[in-house]
């Protein structure tokens, strides 16, 4: 009779959670109908800079904007290069005049010694000279690529905003769905509950 009795409650159980399937896929349904856009930015939150993927997609169909963009990326990493270029320049001068004292250092004879270092210091001290204009115009280029970055973002947010606003339009926060499927919830945890 025992065995009976888990048989049927098993049965009913199996039963009634198809039912509850079926519903909560009709819940379910219901929250997410209506959610098209013009493009996919679910996939694009996906990514760390979701603004970047929604401003290309703005742009693609737009020639004069696409150019503005390679025009920006090429001013970027131009200035990249130039400073890698400069930094290799003053990083090979400076490790040249290290090595160079260090050897100066060593040398046995007093005079020679002393004329190989005052040497070094004329060259040293013109280097500076340069040194000292080209560390100006390197910050001025650094300050340069921090505002293009900024007014750029600015471009681009004010571009990309309306887009997110009709992301939202499109996929409205309402609760029915949530009440409901919480709902279903509780009523699935008061089952549980009850179970012996």
Known sequence: MKKIFITSTLFLSV????????????????????????????RMSKSKAIIDGIYREKIKDDERLKDFHKRFLSLQNDSRIMKDLYDDVIRSSENYYADANMRAKNIMDSALQKEVLNLLKNSSEKYDVKINKLNALKIQVNFNVIQLNSFYDIYKIKKTLPEIEKYQETHPLETDSLENFISKQNQFLNELKNLK
Do not use: L, M, R
């Not at 009634?16 to 379910?28: P, Y």
């Open 15 to 42: 039963i009634s959670c198809q039912e509850n399937k079926q519903a909560d896929n009709d819940t379910v349904e219901q929250a997410v109908e209506n959610t098209e856009s013009s493009f996919s930015i679910n």
